[in-house]
């Protein structure tokens, strides 16, 4: 090879290769990292709560509406004119009272109608007693002549028909007057339909009127409803049972209402009802509560929430419910170590929830302070904590967040 050649060769080697050897002299150097070290962890900031002991209640909450313990609409029992309506809409009534009256002119002409016609059969009757009298001694005479053969055979005969006749035409005659007497009686009736009264069943009540249909001046027939009556001294509650709870209800059971309309004041309340047939559209059942109401604070149709508690359990060990937490699908809680620096995972077993309380099953000696505040910063085992709260409080005491 020529030395030109050389000298061109090394010219080009030099001019490609310079570009090369730079960059690999400045190639950043790629240092190991390093494996995440857990005992260099940093404290996590947590609150915490005392576990304590105390009285739990399995109660359930359910919503419904109040209904009248009895409710129905006042209708006339004949057609007539209404003349006069005693009440509107809020007034009271009681067992017995009338409500509202109607035109009973013609009513009233029949009663007397009734009554003349009854005194005319009475006279009827009258007439024939004396001449049943008569008839009867005549004939008691012709049997003792007959008996002494002093009076013919015809004759004797003839006195005992005329005896039997008047008997007869007197049990007539007061068939009459007993008919008269409950032509009248029946008149009375008709007449007493003029004037409407609340329901009497021997029990002095009070009912209230809901609504009013008709004004005075209106002509009503037996379909013809002119007011509303109900019964609010007590109230049902009619409420619907999950399928889930629904074994669980039993008569008796007593609850607990709330209403927006009263918020803060509780009324008492007891299952008297249970529907034997669950809805197999909503899954549900209707159950019925009795709602005593003395001061009438409460009124038909208000929505309500009843509370019915179907379990009591004493001493049980509980927890604030915001304590609980999953690690790796298991539920448990985070307790704080003897050191009061670090938090472990213990597995738990939960019963009956009162609120916010949670009742812990197993362990069954479980105790010690728990997290509550900042467990999702902690890992699957725990972690080092710096509680925020050391004098923590009870759990009785505790204010979920």
């Not at 150097?29 to 915490?48: F, H, I, L, R």
């Not at 053969?149 to 008047?166: N, R, V």
């Not at 007493?192 to 008709?214: E, F, M, Q, W």
């Not at 609120?355 to 699957?380: C, K, M, W």
Request: aromatic share 6%; hydrophobic share 40%.
């Amino acid at each position: 090879m020529s030395a030109k050649k050389i000298l061109v060769f090394l010219i080009l080697m030099i001019v490609v290769g310079t570009p090369i050897v730079w960059r690999i002299v400045n190639a950043p150097t790629v240092k190991p990292q390093k494996q995440p070290d857990d005992s260099g962890a940093k404290a996590v900031a947590v609150e915490v709560v005392q576990v304590d002991r105390q009285k739990l209640l399995d109660r359930k909450s359910f919503t419904g509406t109040l209904n009248a313990y009895s409710q129905f609409d006042v209708t006339p029992k004949i057609t007539g004119r209404l003349m006069q309506m005693r009440l509107r809409a809020g007034s009271r009534v009681t067992s017995g009272e009338a409500v509202a009256m109607l035109d009973d002119d013609e009513y009233r002409l029949a009663v007397e109608q009734a009554a003349a016609e009854l005194e005319v059969v009475k006279s009827q009757l009258d007439a024939e007693k004396r001449q049943l009298d008569y008839a009867l001694s005549k004939f008691n005479r012709s049997q003792r002549l007959f008996e002494g053969h002093a009076l013919s055979q015809s004759q004797f005969e003839q006195d005992e028909t005329a005896w039997k006749t008047a008997q007869a035409n007197y049990q007539v005659a007061l068939s009459l007057v007993k008919q008269k007497e409950a032509a009248l009686r029946a008149a009375n009736v008709r007449l007493s339909y003029c004037t409407l009264i609340a329901p009497n069943n021997g029990v002095d009540k009070n009912y209230y009127v809901a609504r009013t249909y008709i004004d005075e001046g209106a002509l009503v027939t037996p379909q013809t409803p002119i007011l509303r009556l109900v019964d609010i001294n007590a109230l049902r509650a009619e409420i619907f049972i999950i399928e889930r709870d629904y074994a669980r209800v039993k008569r008796g059971m007593k609850a607990t209402l709330t209403t927006d309309v009263h918020p803060g004041k509780k009324f008492p309340a007891e299952v008297i009802h249970i529907s034997p047939q669950i809805d197999p559209a909503s899954r549900q059942a209707p159950v019925e509560l009795l709602v005593p109401n003395p001061n009438l604070a409460l009124k038909p149709g208000m929505f309500i929430r009843a509370e019915i508690v179907f379990n009591t359990k004493d001493n049980a060990i509980v927890v604030p419910f915001d304590a609980l937490c999953e690690r790796n699908g298991i539920q448990g809680l985070f307790k704080i170590n003897p050191d009061g620096k670090s938090a472990s995972f213990v597995a738990v077993e939960i019963g009956i929830r009162d609120g916010n309380l949670i009742e812990i099953v197993s362990p069954a000696d479980f105790g010690g302070r728990v997290v509550t505040v900042g467990t999702y910063l902690l890992g699957t085992e725990g972690g080092k904590v710096i509680v925020f709260n050391p004098d923590a409080k009870k759990t009785k005491q505790y204010e979920g967040r």
